[in-house]
């Protein structure tokens, strides 16, 4: 009866779960991690990535108030790197770059949990471009999409409550304020993308580098 109590006390927390689901998503990735080899090459491209990253989102088009903004195709180098090198180091190169920018701020904590879904997962989920090297576009939408998921997450759990000031509700809420910058912020991508050729960069990177991570 105490574990079938314990899981209905668990079930009943959307925070729990959250921690659950984003804890497994890190164990996950740093399993695949801890077998990949970090050549020199390698972290030097892991690190350019991550600074032209976060230079990159210091070029802002329009801020929030509360955090989220449209930026100079920050994500770009992200998903660049994860192109060449596969998913697994995307997704550790975005884990990187969410440290950094927690880091270097503004930050807007609420809960502890709240940071693992706003600045940790999100960019983290950029690697998941990497699935789609035949497609750059479908690469970036699959990976600003991916990124949304984790905030829409966050803007209903640990946001929702400022919904009652626009007589929303916290799903809503968190659809038009994550939705509006991180579809501006990938527009903006794609079209930095469409006058960069960024197969033939790939190209040029890739023979330098072994097979790609998965």
Known sequence: MNILENM???LASWTTIATLFGVLILLCVFIKVKHIKFTSRLTTHIALAVAMSVILQFFTFFKFPLGGSATLASMLPIILISLIYGPTIG???GFVYGILNFVIGPTYILHPIQVLF???LPFMAIGLSGFFKQN???????AFFARFIFHYIAGIIFWGSYAAKYNLTPAVYSLAYNGTYILIDCLICIA??????LNSLTKRLAPYTNNSIR
């Open 91 to 93: 997704m550790f190169t």
């Open 192 to 197: 930095v993308c469409s006058v960069i050729n």
């Open 136 to 142: 750059k576009y479908l690469a970036i939408i699959v």
């Open 8 to 10: 209905k006390n668990i």
């Open 118 to 120: 706003d600045y940790t």
